[in-house]
C-alpha cells in the first residue's frame, strides 16, 4: 500500500487501538491502580520519544519523562473525557518541559517561545522522496533533521505528525494562536525539505525516485521511529508486575529493585518507577477505608 493513500485495514487497527486505550485511561480514572500501571507501561515509551526530540537529546529528558508520568498519575482522576487523553497527555508534556527549562535557565538567559518568527518564508511543493520511509539510514537523518530545528518547531512537528493533533488543539496546547502553529509547521516543513533535498543532492540520490507529501513522509518516520525507540517493553512490563505486589510502605523495596535494573534500560525503568510508585499512592488515597 503506497504511503498517503488510505487502507481500510491499518483504519481499522488504528481505531481499535484508540477504543482499547479510551477503555484503559477510563478504568484508570475511576481509580484502577491495574488499569494505571498499564497505562502507564503503554505510553512510557512514546513519552519518552516525544520528550527526547522535543527537549533535545541529553541532560533533563529522564527527569522530563518521570514527571510527565507523575503527574499522569496524580491528575488521571480529573481527566473529563478518555477522548480527550491525548490532548491532556501532550499538555503535560508540554508543561513539564517548560518548568524544566524555566527552573534550569542560566541566570540571565531568556527562554525563546517564539522561534517561528526567526523565519517567516513558507515553502511550496512541499515533497520528498519515498525513500526517506523506507531507508533506515534515511529515517535517521529525518530524526536528524528534525533535531536541528528550533525547540518550538521541534514541537509543533512532533504535536501534528506524531501524535495527530490539529492546529486548533496544538493552538491549545502551546497556549498560543493558530496562526503561530501553522506559521511553524510551513517554516519547518521548508527547513526539513531544504535540509533533507541538499543530502540527496550531495550524495547524487535525486534520480528519478518517487516524491511523496513531506506531512506523509514525516508521519511515517516517527511512527517508525518511535517503534524502534529504546527498547525493552517486556522488561519494563515485568517491572510493573512487580510493581502493583508493594504496598506503600514497601517504597523502599521498590527503590531498591529498581535501582538494580540492568544499565541499558536503567533510564526507562528509573522515571517508571517513580511513577508507578506514585500511582500506589494516589490509588491509596482514593481506596474507601
Request: charged share 25%; proline share 3%; with cysteine.
Amino acid at each position: 500500500m503506497p504511503i498517503g493513500k488510505p487502507d481500510g485495514r491499518l483504519e481499522h487497527q488504528r481505531e481499535a487501538a484508540q477504543d482499547q486505550l479510551e477503555a484503559l485511561v477510563e478504568r484508570a480514572s475511576k481509580g484502577d491502580k491495574d488499569a494505571l500501571c498499564e497505562l502507564c507501561e503503554k505510553i512510557a515509551k512514546g513519552v519518552m520519544f516525544k520528550v527526547t526530540y522535543i527537549l533535545g537529546k541529553g541532560s533533563g529528558v529522564e527527569d522530563v519523562s518521570q514527571e510527565v508520568l507523575i503527574r499522569v498519575c496524580e491528575n488521571i482522576q480529573n481527566l473529563r473525557s478518555p477522548k480527550a487523553f491525548k490532548t491532556w497527555l501532550s499538555r503535560i508534556i508540554v508543561n513539564e518541559k517548560n518548568r524544566y527549562l524555566a527552573k534550569n535557565m542560566k541566570q540571565g538567559d531568556m527562554l525563546n517561545i517564539d522561534d517561528h518568527l526567526e523565519d517567516t518564508k513558507e515553502e511550496t511543493g512541499e515533497f520528498i522522496p519515498q525513500e526517506y520511509v523506507e531507508s533506515k539510514e534515511l529515517r535517521k537523518k529525518v530524526m536528524q533533521a528534525i533535531e536541528g530545528l528550533p525547540m518550538r518547531q521541534r514541537e509543533t512537528i512532533m504535536l501534528h505528525y506524531y501524535d495527530g493533533l490539529s492546529v486548533t488543539e496544538i493552538a491549545r496546547v502551546l497556549d498560543v494562536t493558530t496562526q503561530s502553529v501553522s506559521k511553524n509547521l510551513a517554516v519547518a516543513r521548508g527547513k526539513l525539505k531544504e535540509e533533507l533535498g541538499r543530502g540527496l543532492q550531495a550524495s547524487g540520490q535525486m534520480g528519478a525516485m518517487v516524491a511523496l507529501p513531506i506531512g506523509a513522509v514525516l508521519e511515517e518516520v516517527l511512527k517508525i521511529e518511535s517503534a524502534c525507540f529504546s527498547a525493552g517493553e517486556a522488561y519494563i512490563h515485568n517491572f510493573v508486575s512487580r510493581c502493583a505486589q508493594f504496598s506503600i510502605s514497601d517504597a523502599v523495596d521498590m527503590v531498591r529493585v529498581f535501582s538494580a535494573a540492568p544499565s541499558v534500560y536503567g533510564v526507562l525503568a528509573g522515571f517508571c518507577a517513580t511513577a508507578f510508585t506514585a500511582a500506589t499512592i494516589a490509588c491509596a488515597r482514593n481506596r474507601p477505608s
